[in-house]
């Protein structure tokens, strides 16, 4: 018999992923623009992601509606629970397209403000979906079938420790993206930005790694009972490997390894996360089987999934086909 929670649980999964992918280096972009001020530069950042920013965020509209439709439960408590930093997440992506489009019309006095605004909107909308996150690993508590915990629940130190480790996460991948898109002094600038970006995001994933165990005992007996263990600790040493061959290739001046080198890291690390937490869509006690619809209503709904998936994918890799390869200073978004 097909397992549709299963299948369900996978294209959320698989949404997700494509969304922190994708996004992340946009958002990545925004995060970055501190660390350049020159204004010629910041209008080449913006246009590596112009052509095809607005439609990377299809996958965080596919995850959510899969998520309502499929798991009404899970989608329930998750809303409740984490209402204000979800709020702030849609309200930065908000203000940052709203910025993106506006510093391109905006006169040369008003454009520091728009900057700041497309830098504000970045950081709060991964700082709030790393809050999500980490709360959510944390464990959300339920009665019945409503949260029962309190309002400001995901204010506590480990999810706001995963706020900063995706913002630096989106950074480096931002970073990657544009070693790849970009050239002479703008690349340079970003590969010297990169190193301290890779100690830095392999440091925050050492002390996830660690405080998840030590701060609850059902993910320390995943990841270190016998032979469970065997068969996951590849996933920390790969982590490492990947981190070394990002520095490895910086350092060599390759273009496109660093940036997918990142994507696997980034992959590693939402694996590691979903091993720790595997299966409960909602730690510590809701499986994805106990929040599931109706397998009447999964089957009707995937129907459809089975026919929009391959058209988003399709459409996807035609933009960044079309749009592929470096962008110079004589190229710019209108």
Known sequence: MIDLSLIWFAIIIFATLMYIVMDGFDLGIGILFPFNTD????????????PVWDGNETWLV????????AFPLAYAVITDALTIPLTAMLLGLI??????????????????????????????????QGVALGALINGLPVSGRAYSGP??????????????????????????????KTEHALQRK??????????TLLGVIAIISLWTPLAHADIARR????????????????VLGCGWAIL?????????????????LIFLGFSGLGISIWPHIIPPAVSLWDAAAPPQSQAFMLVG????????????????YVFRGKISADEGYH
């Open 248 to 264: 490895r290739s910086v350092r060599r001046n390759a273009h496109y390894r660093p940036f997918l080198l990142t994507l696997a």
């Open 39 to 50: 204004p010629q530069e910041r209008d080449i950042m913006v246009n590596t992601v112009a």
């Open 151 to 180: 309002a400001m629940g995901w204010l506590a130190p480990f999810p706001l420790f995963c706020g900063l480790g995706l913002t630096i996460a989106y950074a480096l991948l931002g970073c990657t993206w544009l070693i790849m």
């Open 190 to 199: 970003m590969a010297t930005l990169a190193t301290p970006l890779v100690l």
């Open 95 to 128: 203000f940052r397209g709203v910025a993106f489009e506006f510093r391109f019309k905006a006169t040369e006095s008003h454009r520091p403000f728009w900057d700041k605004a497309f830098i504000s909107g970045s950081v709060l909308a991964t700082f709030s």
């Open 223 to 238: 990841w270190f009972s016998l032979p469970a263990f065997y068969w996951l600790i590849p996933v920390p040493l790969l």
């Open 62 to 69: 596919l995850g959510g509606a899969g998520l309502f439709g």
């Open 305 to 320: 999934s089975l026919l929009i998936i391959p058209v988003i994918l399709g459409y996807t890799f035609w933009s960044y």
